[in-house]
Protein backbone atom coordinates (compact mmCIF):
# COMPACT_ATOMS: atom_id res chain seq x y z
CA UNK A 1 0.00 0.00 0.00
CA UNK A 2 2.67 2.30 0.91
CA UNK A 3 5.93 1.84 -0.39
CA UNK A 4 9.33 3.64 -0.30
CA UNK A 5 12.31 2.55 -2.13
CA UNK A 6 15.57 4.19 -0.55
CA UNK A 7 14.06 7.71 -0.29
CA UNK A 8 16.30 10.82 0.24
CA UNK A 9 14.89 13.71 1.32
CA UNK A 10 16.58 16.75 2.11
CA UNK A 11 15.86 20.26 2.56
CA UNK A 12 17.53 23.27 0.95
CA UNK A 13 19.84 25.04 3.23
CA UNK A 14 20.04 22.15 5.47
CA UNK A 15 23.04 20.34 6.15
CA UNK A 16 21.91 17.11 7.01
CA UNK A 17 18.77 15.35 5.18
CA UNK A 18 15.13 14.83 6.77
CA UNK A 19 14.95 11.33 5.50
CA UNK A 20 17.84 9.53 4.27
CA UNK A 21 17.82 5.63 2.52
CA UNK A 22 14.51 4.82 3.86
CA UNK A 23 13.00 1.32 2.89
CA UNK A 24 9.53 0.96 4.22
CA UNK A 25 7.11 -1.32 2.76
CA UNK A 26 3.68 -1.01 4.68
CA UNK A 27 0.75 -3.99 3.26
CA UNK A 28 -2.67 -3.13 3.15
CA UNK A 29 -4.85 -3.35 6.23
CA UNK A 30 -1.96 -2.88 8.62
CA UNK A 31 -1.59 0.09 11.49
CA UNK A 32 1.61 1.01 11.79
CA UNK A 33 3.16 3.78 14.34
CA UNK A 34 6.45 5.70 13.22
CA UNK A 35 7.98 6.91 16.59
CA UNK A 36 10.70 8.98 17.17
CA UNK A 37 11.80 12.06 18.42
CA UNK A 38 11.43 15.57 17.11
CA UNK A 39 12.87 16.06 13.94
CA UNK A 40 13.61 12.24 13.22
CA UNK A 41 11.36 12.63 9.99
CA UNK A 42 8.25 11.49 10.35
CA UNK A 43 6.31 14.57 9.49
CA UNK A 44 8.57 14.68 6.55
CA UNK A 45 7.66 10.84 5.63
CA UNK A 46 3.72 11.87 5.86
CA UNK A 47 4.34 14.74 4.19
CA UNK A 48 5.77 12.34 0.93
CA UNK A 49 2.85 9.82 1.31
CA UNK A 50 0.43 12.91 0.13
CA UNK A 51 3.21 14.09 -2.30
CA UNK A 52 3.40 17.66 -0.85
CA UNK A 53 6.93 17.05 -1.10
CA UNK A 54 8.75 15.21 -3.54
CA UNK A 55 11.71 13.06 -2.74
CA UNK A 56 15.09 13.76 -3.75
CA UNK A 57 16.22 10.30 -4.45
CA UNK A 58 14.23 7.16 -4.23
CA UNK A 59 11.15 6.01 -5.65
CA UNK A 60 7.59 6.00 -3.88
CA UNK A 61 4.40 3.64 -4.19
CA UNK A 62 1.53 4.79 -2.50
CA UNK A 63 -1.97 2.66 -3.57
CA UNK A 64 -0.44 0.90 -6.46
CA UNK A 65 0.79 4.30 -8.08
CA UNK A 66 4.56 5.83 -8.92
CA UNK A 67 4.05 9.27 -7.18
CA UNK A 68 6.99 10.34 -9.50
CA UNK A 69 5.12 9.30 -12.34
CA UNK A 70 1.71 11.17 -10.76
CA UNK A 71 1.21 14.38 -12.73
CA UNK A 72 0.10 17.42 -10.92
CA UNK A 73 -3.43 17.56 -11.72
CA UNK A 74 -3.56 13.70 -10.22
CA UNK A 75 -2.41 14.27 -7.09
CA UNK A 76 -6.07 15.23 -5.82
CA UNK A 77 -7.14 11.95 -6.77
CA UNK A 78 -4.19 10.66 -5.08
CA UNK A 79 -5.56 12.46 -2.21
CA UNK A 80 -8.67 11.34 -1.88
CA UNK A 81 -7.28 7.45 -1.28
CA UNK A 82 -5.94 9.12 1.84
CA UNK A 83 -7.32 10.46 5.09
CA UNK A 84 -5.48 12.97 7.38
CA UNK A 85 -5.71 13.52 11.10
CA UNK A 86 -3.42 15.89 12.85
CA UNK A 87 -2.66 16.58 16.08
CA UNK A 88 -4.78 20.58 16.19
CA UNK A 89 -7.49 18.97 14.00
CA UNK A 90 -7.90 21.48 11.78
CA UNK A 91 -11.73 21.50 11.71
CA UNK A 92 -13.59 24.94 9.97
CA UNK A 93 -14.74 27.21 13.23
CA UNK A 94 -17.67 28.46 11.57
CA UNK A 95 -19.24 25.16 10.43
CA UNK A 96 -20.79 22.72 12.74
CA UNK A 97 -19.79 18.90 12.96
CA UNK A 98 -22.10 17.24 10.33
CA UNK A 99 -21.11 20.37 7.98
CA UNK A 100 -17.32 20.05 8.35
CA UNK A 101 -17.58 15.75 7.86
CA UNK A 102 -19.85 17.04 4.71
CA UNK A 103 -17.30 19.66 3.14
CA UNK A 104 -14.97 16.75 2.51
CA UNK A 105 -17.25 15.31 0.32
CA UNK A 106 -18.68 18.57 -1.24
CA UNK A 107 -15.38 19.82 -2.36
CA UNK A 108 -14.72 16.81 -4.22
CA UNK A 109 -18.25 17.00 -5.55
CA UNK A 110 -20.44 14.05 -4.41
CA UNK A 111 -24.03 14.39 -4.64
CA UNK A 112 -26.38 15.57 -1.78
CA UNK A 113 -28.29 12.41 -1.42
CA UNK A 114 -24.78 10.11 -0.89
CA UNK A 115 -23.58 12.93 1.42
CA UNK A 116 -26.99 12.89 3.78
CA UNK A 117 -26.71 9.11 3.83
CA UNK A 118 -23.03 8.68 4.08
CA UNK A 119 -22.21 11.56 6.85
CA UNK A 120 -24.39 10.12 9.90
CA UNK A 121 -22.98 6.72 9.31
CA UNK A 122 -19.36 8.00 10.18
CA UNK A 123 -20.47 10.20 12.97
CA UNK A 124 -21.99 7.53 14.43
CA UNK A 125 -18.97 5.47 13.92
CA UNK A 126 -16.47 8.31 15.50
CA UNK A 127 -19.11 8.42 18.56
CA UNK A 128 -20.16 11.69 18.02
CA UNK A 129 -24.16 10.70 17.63
CA UNK A 130 -26.77 13.49 18.44
CA UNK A 131 -23.82 16.32 17.97
CA UNK A 132 -24.65 16.82 14.40
CA UNK A 133 -25.53 20.48 15.61
CA UNK A 134 -22.26 21.23 17.64
CA UNK A 135 -19.97 24.03 16.83
CA UNK A 136 -16.33 22.72 17.20
CA UNK A 137 -15.98 25.40 20.19
CA UNK A 138 -18.71 23.47 21.83
CA UNK A 139 -16.67 20.36 21.96
CA UNK A 140 -14.32 18.81 24.30
CA UNK A 141 -10.87 18.14 22.39
CA UNK A 142 -11.26 14.73 22.45
CA UNK A 143 -14.68 15.27 20.10
CA UNK A 144 -12.95 17.38 18.34
CA UNK A 145 -10.36 14.90 16.82
CA UNK A 146 -13.51 12.79 16.38
CA UNK A 147 -14.98 14.99 14.24
CA UNK A 148 -11.40 14.94 12.06
CA UNK A 149 -10.94 11.29 11.96
CA UNK A 150 -14.93 10.96 10.80
CA UNK A 151 -13.98 13.56 7.84
CA UNK A 152 -10.56 11.91 7.30
CA UNK A 153 -12.76 8.37 6.98
CA UNK A 154 -15.56 9.62 4.95
CA UNK A 155 -14.77 8.99 1.70
CA UNK A 156 -13.36 6.08 3.06
CA UNK A 157 -9.95 5.87 2.11
CA UNK A 158 -7.48 3.30 1.64
CA UNK A 159 -5.06 4.77 3.88
CA UNK A 160 -5.39 6.99 7.11
CA UNK A 161 -2.34 8.84 8.01
CA UNK A 162 -2.47 10.66 11.57
CA UNK A 163 0.09 12.87 12.68
CA UNK A 164 0.20 12.53 16.33
CA UNK A 165 -3.69 12.28 16.92
CA UNK A 166 -3.42 12.35 20.78
CA UNK A 167 -0.93 15.01 21.51
CA UNK A 168 -3.14 17.58 22.64
CA UNK A 169 -5.00 14.93 24.39
CA UNK A 170 -5.36 14.08 27.97
CA UNK A 171 -4.26 9.96 28.42
CA UNK A 172 -7.75 8.83 29.37
CA UNK A 173 -9.43 10.46 26.01
CA UNK A 174 -6.73 9.10 23.60
CA UNK A 175 -7.46 5.63 24.59
CA UNK A 176 -11.64 6.83 22.93
CA UNK A 177 -9.43 7.86 19.84
CA UNK A 178 -7.30 4.68 19.43
CA UNK A 179 -10.60 2.63 19.46
CA UNK A 180 -11.87 4.61 16.62
CA UNK A 181 -8.43 4.67 14.61
CA UNK A 182 -8.70 0.70 15.26
CA UNK A 183 -12.01 0.87 14.58
CA UNK A 184 -11.23 2.38 11.39
CA UNK A 185 -7.70 -0.51 11.12
CA UNK A 186 -10.80 -3.24 11.07
CA UNK A 187 -12.53 -1.53 7.83
CA UNK A 188 -9.24 -2.91 6.08
CA UNK A 189 -8.47 0.75 6.09
CA UNK A 190 -4.27 0.83 5.99
CA UNK A 191 -3.28 3.17 9.37
CA UNK A 192 -0.28 5.11 9.81
CA UNK A 193 0.04 6.88 13.18
CA UNK A 194 3.65 9.52 14.34
CA UNK A 195 3.38 9.97 17.69
CA UNK A 196 5.44 10.11 20.48
CA UNK A 197 3.02 8.24 23.04
CA UNK A 198 4.34 5.61 24.47
CA UNK A 199 1.39 4.08 26.54
CA UNK A 200 -0.73 4.01 23.76
CA UNK A 201 1.78 1.98 21.47
CA UNK A 202 2.78 -0.14 24.41
CA UNK A 203 -0.84 -0.70 24.42
CA UNK A 204 -1.80 -1.34 21.17
CA UNK A 205 0.99 -4.30 20.24
CA UNK A 206 1.10 -2.93 16.73
CA UNK A 207 3.62 -2.47 14.11
CA UNK A 208 6.51 0.40 15.18
CA UNK A 209 8.76 1.75 12.97
CA UNK A 210 11.60 3.86 14.62
CA UNK A 211 12.89 6.82 13.18
CA UNK A 212 16.34 8.57 14.23
CA UNK A 213 18.19 11.45 12.35
CA UNK A 214 15.90 10.75 9.34
CA UNK A 215 16.92 6.79 9.42
CA UNK A 216 15.05 3.56 9.96
CA UNK A 217 16.66 2.42 13.29
CA UNK A 218 14.11 -0.05 13.64
CA UNK A 219 11.14 -2.11 12.04
CA UNK A 220 9.12 -4.52 14.34
CA UNK A 221 6.21 -6.28 14.11
CA UNK A 222 4.02 -6.29 17.42
CA UNK A 223 6.65 -3.99 18.86
CA UNK A 224 6.88 -1.04 21.71
CA UNK A 225 7.72 2.33 21.81
CA UNK A 226 10.90 2.65 23.63
CA UNK A 227 12.60 -0.66 23.47
CA UNK A 228 16.11 -1.48 23.37
CA UNK A 229 17.84 -2.68 20.24
CA UNK B 1 -24.95 19.93 -5.11
CA UNK B 2 -21.51 20.97 -6.85
CA UNK B 3 -23.47 24.32 -7.96
CA UNK B 4 -25.00 25.21 -4.70
CA UNK B 5 -21.98 24.80 -2.86
CA UNK B 6 -19.87 26.82 -5.25
CA UNK B 7 -22.19 29.91 -5.07
CA UNK B 8 -22.50 29.49 -1.16
CA UNK B 9 -18.51 29.46 -1.24
CA UNK B 10 -18.50 32.95 -3.53
CA UNK B 11 -21.30 34.47 -1.44
CA UNK B 12 -19.62 33.79 2.08
CA UNK B 13 -16.29 35.26 -0.05
CA UNK B 14 -17.79 37.99 -1.22
CA UNK B 15 -19.55 39.30 2.24
CA UNK B 16 -15.67 38.39 4.12
CA UNK B 17 -14.15 40.72 1.64
CA UNK B 18 -16.81 42.99 1.65
CA UNK B 19 -14.72 46.66 1.66
CA UNK B 20 -12.76 45.40 -0.41
CA UNK B 21 -15.00 44.06 -3.08
CA UNK B 22 -16.96 47.18 -3.39
CA UNK B 23 -13.57 49.41 -3.69
CA UNK B 24 -13.07 46.57 -6.62
CA UNK B 25 -16.57 47.58 -8.33
CA UNK B 26 -16.23 50.86 -8.69
CA UNK B 27 -12.87 51.17 -9.54
CA UNK B 28 -13.86 48.81 -12.40
CA UNK B 29 -16.54 50.49 -13.16
CA UNK B 30 -14.95 53.66 -13.64
CA UNK B 31 -12.01 52.62 -15.35
CA UNK B 32 -14.69 51.13 -17.89
CA UNK B 33 -17.06 53.46 -18.21
CA UNK B 34 -14.26 55.76 -18.94
CA UNK B 35 -12.47 53.54 -21.83
CA UNK B 36 -15.92 53.02 -22.72
CA UNK B 37 -15.92 56.94 -22.94
CA UNK B 38 -12.54 57.18 -25.21
CA UNK B 39 -14.01 54.56 -27.21
CA UNK B 40 -17.32 56.68 -27.95
CA UNK B 41 -15.00 59.43 -28.57
CA UNK B 42 -13.09 57.64 -30.97
CA UNK B 43 -16.23 56.48 -32.86
CA UNK B 44 -17.66 60.12 -32.56
CA UNK B 45 -14.40 61.29 -34.09
CA UNK B 46 -14.03 58.76 -36.69
CA UNK B 47 -17.70 59.31 -37.68
CA UNK B 48 -17.28 63.32 -37.82
CA UNK B 49 -13.95 62.96 -40.00
CA UNK B 50 -15.30 60.77 -42.26
CA UNK B 51 -18.62 62.90 -42.84
CA UNK B 52 -16.27 65.46 -43.48
CA UNK B 53 -13.77 64.13 -45.42
CA UNK B 54 -16.78 62.42 -47.90
CA UNK B 55 -17.37 66.21 -48.45
CA UNK B 56 -15.80 69.51 -50.00
CA UNK B 57 -12.07 70.39 -49.00
CA UNK B 58 -10.94 73.35 -51.20
CA UNK B 59 -14.11 76.36 -51.29
CA UNK B 60 -13.36 78.88 -53.99
CA UNK B 61 -15.47 81.77 -52.82
CA UNK B 62 -16.00 84.37 -56.39
CA UNK B 63 -16.14 87.44 -56.14
CA UNK B 64 -19.31 90.08 -55.89
CA UNK B 65 -20.16 93.74 -55.90
CA UNK B 66 -20.26 94.03 -52.40
CA UNK B 67 -17.03 91.75 -51.67
CA UNK B 68 -14.58 93.47 -49.44
CA UNK B 69 -11.37 92.39 -50.79
CA UNK B 70 -9.20 94.78 -53.14
CA UNK B 71 -8.59 92.38 -55.91
CA UNK B 72 -12.67 92.51 -56.01
CA UNK B 73 -12.81 96.15 -55.77
CA UNK B 74 -10.45 96.59 -58.24
CA UNK B 75 -11.76 93.88 -61.18
CA UNK B 76 -15.08 94.09 -59.94
CA UNK B 77 -17.61 90.82 -59.90
CA UNK B 78 -16.97 87.58 -61.57
CA UNK B 79 -17.89 87.59 -64.79
CA UNK B 80 -19.23 84.06 -66.68
CA UNK B 81 -16.01 83.99 -68.65
CA UNK B 82 -13.84 83.92 -65.40
CA UNK B 83 -16.05 81.57 -64.27
CA UNK B 84 -15.62 79.57 -67.25
CA UNK B 85 -11.59 79.94 -66.87
CA UNK B 86 -12.02 78.84 -63.41
CA UNK B 87 -13.81 75.69 -63.96
CA UNK B 88 -11.51 74.85 -66.90
CA UNK B 89 -8.00 75.51 -64.97
CA UNK B 90 -9.85 73.20 -62.10
CA UNK B 91 -11.27 70.35 -63.88
CA UNK B 92 -7.31 69.84 -65.83
CA UNK B 93 -6.04 70.11 -63.03
CA UNK B 94 -4.95 66.00 -61.98
CA UNK B 95 -5.39 66.72 -58.50
CA UNK B 96 -9.03 67.63 -58.29
CA UNK B 97 -11.11 64.73 -58.62
CA UNK B 98 -14.58 66.64 -58.78
CA UNK B 99 -15.55 70.08 -58.96
CA UNK B 100 -19.42 71.48 -57.84
CA UNK B 101 -20.17 74.70 -58.90
CA UNK B 102 -22.46 76.65 -55.95
CA UNK B 103 -24.94 79.53 -57.72
CA UNK B 104 -25.42 82.44 -55.67
CA UNK B 105 -29.10 81.51 -55.48
CA UNK B 106 -28.21 78.07 -53.78
CA UNK B 107 -25.51 80.14 -51.74
CA UNK B 108 -28.44 82.54 -50.32
CA UNK B 109 -30.64 79.34 -50.02
CA UNK B 110 -28.49 78.30 -47.37
CA UNK B 111 -27.02 80.96 -46.07
CA UNK B 112 -31.06 81.64 -44.92
CA UNK B 113 -31.09 78.61 -43.92
CA UNK B 114 -28.62 78.52 -41.84
CA UNK B 115 -28.98 82.17 -40.16
CA UNK B 116 -33.41 81.11 -39.97
CA UNK B 117 -33.52 82.10 -36.55
CA UNK B 118 -31.84 85.65 -37.01
CA UNK B 119 -34.38 87.27 -39.50
CA UNK B 120 -32.88 90.42 -38.66
CA UNK B 121 -29.54 89.36 -40.38
CA UNK B 122 -31.30 87.80 -43.21
CA UNK B 123 -33.50 90.83 -44.02
CA UNK B 124 -30.46 92.61 -44.26
CA UNK B 125 -28.57 90.49 -46.94
CA UNK B 126 -29.97 90.81 -50.70
CA UNK B 127 -29.40 87.65 -53.06
CA UNK B 128 -26.40 88.81 -54.97
CA UNK B 129 -24.30 89.04 -51.52
CA UNK B 130 -23.61 85.66 -50.51
CA UNK B 131 -20.89 84.95 -53.11
CA UNK B 132 -21.20 81.77 -55.54
CA UNK B 133 -18.43 79.34 -55.01
CA UNK B 134 -16.78 76.15 -56.84
CA UNK B 135 -16.45 73.28 -53.88
CA UNK B 136 -13.45 71.39 -54.60
CA UNK B 137 -13.04 67.89 -53.80
CA UNK B 138 -9.41 67.05 -53.71
CA UNK B 139 -7.45 63.66 -54.40
CA UNK B 140 -5.49 63.85 -51.51
CA UNK B 141 -6.50 66.87 -49.27
CA UNK B 142 -3.28 66.90 -47.57
CA UNK B 143 -0.57 67.05 -49.91
CA UNK B 144 -2.48 68.65 -53.17
CA UNK B 145 -4.40 71.37 -51.11
CA UNK B 146 -1.45 73.80 -50.91
CA UNK B 147 -1.07 73.18 -55.00
CA UNK B 148 -4.42 73.96 -55.83
CA UNK B 149 -5.01 76.65 -53.36
CA UNK B 150 -2.37 78.62 -55.30
CA UNK B 151 -3.25 77.51 -58.54
CA UNK B 152 -6.42 79.76 -58.26
CA UNK B 153 -5.53 82.45 -55.61
CA UNK B 154 -5.73 85.91 -57.04
CA UNK B 155 -7.01 84.86 -60.22
CA UNK B 156 -9.27 86.76 -62.32
CA UNK B 157 -12.82 86.92 -59.97
CA UNK B 158 -11.46 84.75 -56.94
CA UNK B 159 -12.52 86.46 -53.59
CA UNK B 160 -11.13 83.87 -51.13
CA UNK B 161 -9.85 80.24 -51.01
CA UNK B 162 -10.78 78.56 -48.07
CA UNK B 163 -9.34 75.13 -46.63
CA UNK B 164 -12.27 73.66 -45.07
CA UNK B 165 -9.70 70.94 -43.14
CA UNK B 166 -8.01 74.02 -41.65
CA UNK B 167 -11.48 74.84 -40.19
CA UNK B 168 -11.65 70.88 -38.97
CA UNK B 169 -8.55 70.62 -37.43
CA UNK B 170 -9.25 72.76 -34.35
CA UNK B 171 -12.12 70.67 -33.58
CA UNK B 172 -10.41 67.74 -34.01
CA UNK B 173 -7.19 68.40 -32.42
CA UNK B 174 -10.38 69.55 -29.01
CA UNK B 175 -11.64 66.40 -29.34
CA UNK B 176 -8.96 64.42 -30.09
CA UNK B 177 -6.96 65.92 -26.56
CA UNK B 178 -10.48 65.29 -24.87
CA UNK B 179 -10.06 61.42 -26.01
CA UNK B 180 -6.14 60.53 -25.02
CA UNK B 181 -7.20 62.09 -21.64
CA UNK B 182 -10.01 59.69 -21.49
CA UNK B 183 -8.36 56.87 -22.52
CA UNK B 184 -5.12 57.77 -20.24
CA UNK B 185 -6.76 58.40 -17.04
CA UNK B 186 -8.61 55.03 -17.96
CA UNK B 187 -5.67 53.15 -18.71
CA UNK B 188 -4.00 54.60 -15.60
CA UNK B 189 -7.80 53.52 -13.30
CA UNK B 190 -7.32 49.54 -15.33
CA UNK B 191 -3.87 49.10 -13.85
CA UNK B 192 -5.40 50.36 -10.62
CA UNK B 193 -7.85 48.10 -11.17
CA UNK B 194 -5.88 44.94 -11.90
CA UNK B 195 -3.61 45.88 -8.40
CA UNK B 196 -6.66 46.15 -6.81
CA UNK B 197 -8.27 42.52 -8.16
CA UNK B 198 -4.78 40.83 -7.24
CA UNK B 199 -4.97 42.48 -3.84
CA UNK B 200 -8.24 41.18 -3.44
CA UNK B 201 -8.22 37.86 -4.08
CA UNK B 202 -5.20 37.65 -1.98
CA UNK B 203 -6.66 38.83 0.91
CA UNK B 204 -9.73 36.20 0.16
CA UNK B 205 -6.98 33.54 -0.28
CA UNK B 206 -6.03 34.69 3.02
CA UNK B 207 -9.01 34.66 4.51
CA UNK B 208 -10.24 31.21 3.25
CA UNK B 209 -6.59 29.79 3.97
CA UNK B 210 -8.11 26.99 6.57
CA UNK B 211 -10.73 25.99 4.28
CA UNK B 212 -8.53 25.71 0.50
CA UNK B 213 -5.81 23.80 3.35
CA UNK B 214 -8.74 21.28 4.10
CA UNK B 215 -9.81 21.22 0.76
CA UNK B 216 -6.39 19.93 -0.67
CA UNK B 217 -6.12 17.90 1.75
CA UNK B 218 -9.13 16.01 0.82
CA UNK B 219 -8.26 15.70 -2.61
CA UNK B 220 -10.27 19.29 -3.96
CA UNK B 221 -9.41 19.39 -7.69
CA UNK B 222 -7.38 22.53 -8.11
CA UNK B 223 -10.37 24.26 -10.53
CA UNK B 224 -12.66 23.48 -7.70
CA UNK B 225 -10.69 24.97 -5.06
CA UNK B 226 -10.00 28.21 -7.25
CA UNK B 227 -13.30 28.41 -8.91
CA UNK B 228 -15.12 30.44 -5.63
CA UNK B 229 -12.07 33.12 -6.24
CA UNK B 230 -12.25 33.24 -9.86
CA UNK B 231 -15.61 33.47 -9.84
CA UNK B 232 -15.93 36.23 -7.33
CA UNK B 233 -13.69 38.07 -9.43
CA UNK B 234 -15.65 37.71 -11.78
CA UNK B 235 -18.78 38.98 -10.42
CA UNK B 236 -17.30 41.89 -9.00
CA UNK B 237 -16.10 42.66 -12.63
CA UNK B 238 -19.47 42.27 -13.89
CA UNK B 239 -21.53 43.96 -11.30
CA UNK B 240 -18.74 46.78 -11.59
CA UNK B 241 -19.31 46.51 -15.83
CA UNK B 242 -23.24 46.48 -15.22
CA UNK B 243 -22.25 49.68 -13.64
CA UNK B 244 -20.23 51.43 -15.93
CA UNK B 245 -22.46 50.41 -19.29
CA UNK B 246 -25.16 52.60 -17.12
CA UNK B 247 -22.84 55.54 -17.29
CA UNK B 248 -21.74 54.61 -20.80
CA UNK B 249 -25.47 55.51 -21.94
CA UNK B 250 -25.88 58.31 -19.52
CA UNK B 251 -22.51 59.62 -21.47
CA UNK B 252 -24.13 58.85 -24.58
CA UNK B 253 -27.47 60.19 -24.02
CA UNK B 254 -26.64 62.90 -22.39
CA UNK B 255 -23.26 64.32 -22.97
CA UNK B 256 -22.87 63.01 -26.91
CA UNK B 257 -26.44 63.56 -28.19
CA UNK B 258 -26.44 67.27 -27.06
CA UNK B 259 -22.68 67.77 -28.50
CA UNK B 260 -24.43 66.78 -31.32
CA UNK B 261 -27.07 69.23 -31.46
CA UNK B 262 -24.42 72.08 -32.03
CA UNK B 263 -23.75 70.46 -35.86
CA UNK B 264 -26.36 70.49 -38.59
CA UNK B 265 -25.34 67.61 -40.00
CA UNK B 266 -25.96 63.80 -39.03
CA UNK B 267 -22.77 62.16 -37.42
CA UNK B 268 -24.51 60.87 -34.22
CA UNK B 269 -23.38 57.45 -32.43
CA UNK B 270 -26.22 54.67 -33.20
CA UNK B 271 -27.59 52.27 -30.38
CA UNK B 272 -25.22 49.72 -32.13
CA UNK B 273 -21.95 51.51 -31.14
CA UNK B 274 -22.93 51.90 -27.80
CA UNK B 275 -23.40 48.30 -27.54
CA UNK B 276 -20.66 47.31 -29.31
CA UNK B 277 -18.88 49.75 -26.67
CA UNK B 278 -20.52 48.05 -23.66
CA UNK B 279 -19.66 44.74 -25.21
CA UNK B 280 -16.18 45.40 -25.47
CA UNK B 281 -15.60 46.78 -22.44
CA UNK B 282 -17.20 43.63 -20.86
CA UNK B 283 -14.89 41.96 -22.26
CA UNK B 284 -12.16 44.09 -20.87
CA UNK B 285 -13.74 43.56 -17.49
CA UNK B 286 -14.19 39.80 -17.71
CA UNK B 287 -10.84 39.45 -18.58
CA UNK B 288 -9.04 41.69 -16.51
CA UNK B 289 -10.80 40.12 -13.13
CA UNK B 290 -10.39 37.09 -14.90
CA UNK B 291 -6.73 36.65 -16.02
CA UNK B 292 -5.17 38.53 -12.73
CA UNK B 293 -7.50 36.17 -9.98
CA UNK B 294 -6.20 33.47 -12.35
CA UNK B 295 -2.13 34.78 -12.08
CA UNK B 296 -2.91 35.49 -8.37
CA UNK B 297 -3.84 32.03 -7.24
CA UNK B 298 -1.45 30.88 -8.86
CA UNK B 299 1.55 32.06 -6.81
CA UNK B 300 -0.95 32.30 -3.46
CA UNK B 301 -2.84 29.20 -3.64
CA UNK B 302 -0.46 26.30 -4.24
CA UNK B 303 -1.69 23.25 -4.99
Request: hydrophobic share 45%; proline share 4%.
Given at each position: ?17 A?E ?25 L ?12 R ?20 R ?51 H ?40 T ?11 N ?5 V ?6 A ?29 A? | ?27 V ?9 GL ?24 V ?24 L ?14 Q????N ?38 V ?33 V ?35 V ?32 V ?39 V ?6 R ?5
Amino acid sequence: MINFDNVTKAYPNQSRPALENVNISVAKGEFVFLVGPSGSGKSTFLRLVLKEERPSEGRIHVAGRDLARLTNWKVPYLRRRIGCVFQDFRLLPNKNVYQNVAFALEVIGKNRRFIRKVVPEVIDLVGLEGKHERMPDELSGGEQQRVAMARAFVNRPMILLADEPTGNIDPATSIGIMKVLDRINRTGTTVVMATHDAAIVDSMRKRVIELEYGKVVRDQSRGVYGQAY
Amino acid sequence: MRSQFVFQEIWIGLRRNLTMTMALIVVVAISLSLLGTGLLFVKQVDRTRTYWQGKVELSIYLCVKTSPEPQCQQNGPATDADRAQLHQLLVSMPQVQAVYYVTQQQAYNEFRQYFSNEPALVQDTQQGEIPDSFEVKLRNPEADYNIVASAVTGAQGVETVVDEMTILDKFYRLLDGARNAVVIIALILIVAAILLVANTIRLSAFNRRRETSIMRLVGASNFYIQLPFLLEGAIAGLIGWAISAGLLVAVKSLMLDSLEQYFSFNVGLSVGDLIEVIVFSMIVGVLLCGVTSFLTLRRYLRI
